[in-house]
Nanobody, 126 residues
Framework: VQLVESGGGLVQAGGSLRLSCAAS????????MAWFRRAPGNEREFVAG????????EYADSVKDRFTISRDYNDNMVFLQMSSLKPEDTAVYYC????????????????????WGQGTQVTVSS
């Protein structure tokens, strides 16, 4: 199993970035997918998640209405479209996969996710 993130970088406040995660989990639809982030000095926090068949999405309050999570079942990809970025969004962003029983819920608990990517750095300058 491998999760590989890409798309991070340096952007000015108010700008946008799109993160991608290539997931070699099979079958892809057995897994709920999520994005977490860790800023320097902080613990890893939930950002957004999407259920097995995309019937449910969850967002942290801090990113709601600015970030959108989606997934592509043809290419086993997960995306995080980030807009109106703020300096406090600066962090390493991680893609995670959970082999989920339910197709209607998304976990916000890191311990529930068995697979993680290596992370991609997002830096938002003021």
């Amino acid at each position: 199993v491998q999760l590989v993130e890409s798309g991070g970088g340096l952007v000015q406040a108010g700008g946008s970035l799109r993160l991608s995660c290539a997931a070699s989990v099979h079958p892809f639809s057995d897994y709920a997918m999520a994005w977490f982030r860790r800023a320097p000095g902080n613990e890893r926090e939930f950002v957004a998640g999407i259920s097995r068949y995309s019937s449910a999405t969850e967002y942290a309050d801090s990113v709601k209405d600015r970030f959108t999570i989606s997934r592509d079942y043809n290419d086993n990809m997960v995306f995080l479209q980030m807009s109106s970025l703020k300096p406090e969004d600066t962090a390493v962003y991680y893609c995670a996969a959970e082999r989920a029983q339910s197709h209607r819920t998304v976990s916000r608990t890191p311990a529930n996710y068995g697979y993680w990517g290596q992370g991609t750095q997002v830096t938002v300058s003021s």
